[in-house]
């Protein structure tokens, strides 16, 4: 069965501290894996996708790999303004316009 | 680019009355857009994919004939919530997949309040 499981569920870091949020997949195939950030009352700011093992992507603070299990979203030196949901998603090979998200990190960023 | 809006932001609506929601790619073409629904501190739970001139595909558990659908352009999906109950309030969020594309792009959601 596709799945798809995000770790920690929460957390809390100083500002400065880095950290890397988890996400763990299982798919028959991979057609690609995405990040979104979400903001309370907002719809989920599209951040990255990834397509294969070994690709990695990079913005501002962020930084998004991908291996054939599970990618990580790296923060580098997180400020308060980084505090959000995290969510990461993939869609499979199998299934029409199929998307499987996960839970979701909130991360809280402290000054 | 990839700007994707919803309107309105937030609806307030007597019990028993419907409620439109709209859905637009700004920039993009959308061959497919999904209503989603979200509860607070939960994730997003799909309730429908459409596609441009076709019937939306419903999740199991979601009412066809309550939560009504139509994807008139490539540019506009609607959700019509018909008869709206306390229990209908909820932040109802769309996505937009352009042509040929694997990233879904997120509206802003909606905010709907059944008194």
């Known amino acids: 069965e596709d799945q798809v499981t995000q770790s920690p569920e929460a957390l809390r870091l100083q500002e400065g501290e880095s950290s890397s949020l988890n996400c763990s997949y299982t798919v028959s195939g991979l057609r690609g894996l995405f990040w979104y950030r979400q903001d309370p009352g907002k719809g989920p700011e599209f951040l990255f996708t990834l397509y294969s093992a070994g690709e990695e992507k990079e913005k501002e603070r962020l930084k998004a790999t991908l291996t054939k299990k599970e990618s990580f979203l790296h923060i580098t030196a997180p400020k308060p303004e980084d505090s959000a949901t995290y969510l990461c998603a993939v869609r499979p090979t199998s299934g029409t316009y199929k998307y499987i998200f996960g839970t979701g990190t909130r991360l809280k960023v402290l000054a | 680019g990839a700007v994707v809006s919803q309107h309105p932001s937030r609806v307030i609506c007597k019990s028993g009355t419907s409620v439109k929601i709209e859905c637009r790619s700004l920039d993009f073409q959308a061959t497919t857009m999904f209503w989603y629904r979200q509860f607070p501190k939960q994730s997003l739970m799909l309730m429908a994919t459409s596609n441009e001139g076709s019937k939306a595909t419903y999740e199991q558990g979601v009412e066809k004939d309550k939560f009504l659908i139509n994807h008139a352009s490539l540019t506009l999906s609607t959700l019509t919530v018909t008869s709206a109950h306390p229990e209908d309030s909820s932040f109802y969020i769309c996505?937009?997949?352009?042509?040929?594309?694997?990233?879904?792009?997120f509206g802003p959601g909606t905010r709907l309040l059944v008194l």
């Open positions: 996505s937009a997949l352009g042509t040929g594309q694997e990233t879904q792009y």
